[in-house]
């Protein structure tokens, strides 16, 4: 593992907020250039053994694994074997049963409960979490269908459900026809070389790197072992370290790469970068002041300047968060072995390294060649009240407008040559840009979406 050149300061930082929050311990990294660039342990992963954490100790990452239950959907839905809009009933017929008090249970869909805003009630009947008592058992919940239903009309409002993922967990069984926890590894975690995440039980070399956990401080320093868990699967059962989730949040990070770029196709062969982007894309809004919004499996939080794409979980003894900026490609872990804002602790990290990285002078590389059958589109368009350019940037064929310079639609090639399609981003994606030439082979105007533009000879594009 490379050392970064701020890794003094990202110490200090963790060493101060395990101080600070009086936290047990704590496992913690940062991921840039497609790699797990610094980690490090602080305070103990076993009080009693005075046993240090670090990349490799095992800790409950509860939520997160939410992540992973939505992967799998994406995957199912990539393979054409369910939608995003399909009612949840649809593959789950004891659902049929359930006390759906705003409307049909139809509106119950796959979408609506990737992104928690399906209206279903939080937990599954039974669960208390003073105990802690939770149903795990997804067969057991949908036996009490009718206590499960709507308790607030779909879309109304965040409403986060680990019952929903529990449902969800099930769907991915049954369309897959592999058990939830057998597809997961087989489908996502081994072909990404997560041999350290695992659901329970622990094979014995993963049990033994096991962190203790923690209950939260009462009226003294004095820490007590949080209670057992009963089994929990889709909606928060995996176990991992700071070295695998590293892989994760990188697999995330590559969506936003040159596909050249990228260190593997595994990255693809998991998940496409559009999937993946879409997955983090926010949704709606969960607060009056913008600053948190949900997408699909994943949430958006607004720090200061960033907007962190990240996914917490909290468990009885374990606080954990993984989060990562798109536009810098960096991102940071953090693994609490008790009751402790990972979250912060993983965005602060995150921001340390973000600023350093910002200081740095940015490297020059040399541009993507263009195509050379591209030449003949580049040039100045004019149309009704539009002046448009089209360069080749960026190793992508992008309109540019002067006067709207937020605006700059890329193209994607198609069969025919002389017809693109506007990428996902604009209010014109998913529409065609077909260039007509004339009797000689030049290009004479082009018809984007809505709108025809003729080219302009007489003018040139810019630098």
């Known amino acids: 593992m490379a050392k970064t050149a ?34 490090t342990g602080v305070g103990f992963a076993d009080i009693a053994a005075r046993r240090r954490p670090d990349a490799a100790t095992m800790y409950r990452i509860a939520s997160i ?39 049909a249970i139809e509106s119950v869909t796959i979408r609506r409960l990737l992104s928690h805003e399906s209206g279903l009630r939080s937990e599954p009947p039974g669960t208390d979490w003073s105990i802690p008592r939770f149903e795990g058992d997804v067969a057991r919940t949908l036996a009490h269908a ?25 769907i991915v069984a ?17 072909p990404l070389g997560m041999s350290a995440t695992s659901f329970e039980p622990l094979p014995g070399q993963l049990a033994a790197r096991v962190a203790t956990g923690y209950a939260g401080r009462s009226f003294s320093d004095e820490l007590e072992v949080a209670p057992a868990m009963p089994p929990i699967f889709a909606e928060g059962g ?9 892989r994760w949040v990188d697999l995330q990070l590559g969506a936003y790469r040159d596909a050249g770029a ?15 982007k879409e997955m983090h894309k926010p949704r709606y809004l969960v607060d009056d002041e913008w600053t948190s919004a949900w997408g699909i ?52 990290l995150a921001g340390v390294a973000r600023d350093a990285a910002r200081a740095r002078a940015s490297e020059l ?29 960026d190793g992508k064929l992008t309109f540019l407008d002067a006067e709207n310079p937020t605006w700059k639609p890329t193209l994607a090639a198609t069969d025919n040559e002389d017809t693109f399609v506007v990428e996902p981003g604009f209010r014109e994606s998913g529409e065609p840009a077909t260039f007509e030439r004339l009797p000689d082979g030049r290009v004479a105007s082009v018809h984007l979406a809505a709108f025809s533009l003729r080219r302009q000879d007489d003018v040139r594009a810019s630098g």
């Open 297 to 348: 499996s994943w949430s958006a939080v607004r720090k200061d300047d960033v907007i962190w794409v990240q996914h917490s979980g909290g468990l009885p003894g374990h606080s954990t968060n993984v989060c990562f900026d798109p536009k810098s490609g960096l991102g940071a872990i953090a693994l609490v072995n008790g009751d402790g804002d990972a979250s912060a602790l993983a965005m602060g």
């Open 238 to 246: 995996l176990w991992s370290c700071v070295e695998d989730l590293s």
């Open 6 to 39: 701020h890794g003094d300061d990202l110490e200090a930082f963790a060493a101060s907020f395990v101080k600070e929050h009086r936290l047990p311990g704590a496992a913690v990294g940062v991921v840039e250039g497609g790699e797990l660039v610094w980690s």
């Open 65 to 103: 694994t939410k992540t992973f239950t939505g992967t799998a959907i994406m995957q199912l839905r990539a393979a054409g074997l369910l939608q995003l809009d399909d009612p949840a009933v649809s593959f789950l017929p004891e659902l049929r049963g359930a006390a759906a008090r705003f409307g």
């Open 365 to 393: 590389t040399v541009p993507p060649a263009m195509p050379e059958r591209y030449r003949p589109f580049l040039g100045a368009y004019r149309g009704r009240d539009m002046f448009l350019v089209l360069e080749w940037r």
């Open 174 to 190: 049954r369309v897959s026809g592999s058990p939830y926890t057998d597809y997961v590894s087989e489908k996502i975690l081994q």
């Open 146 to 170: 009718r206590e499960i239903g709507t308790v607030i009309p779909p879309n109304r409002q965040w409403k986060y459900s680990n019952l929903g993922y529990q449902l969800l967990g099930e």
């Open 262 to 276: 990228e260190k593997s196709a595994t990255g693809a062969l998991v998940l496409s970068a559009d999937d993946r």
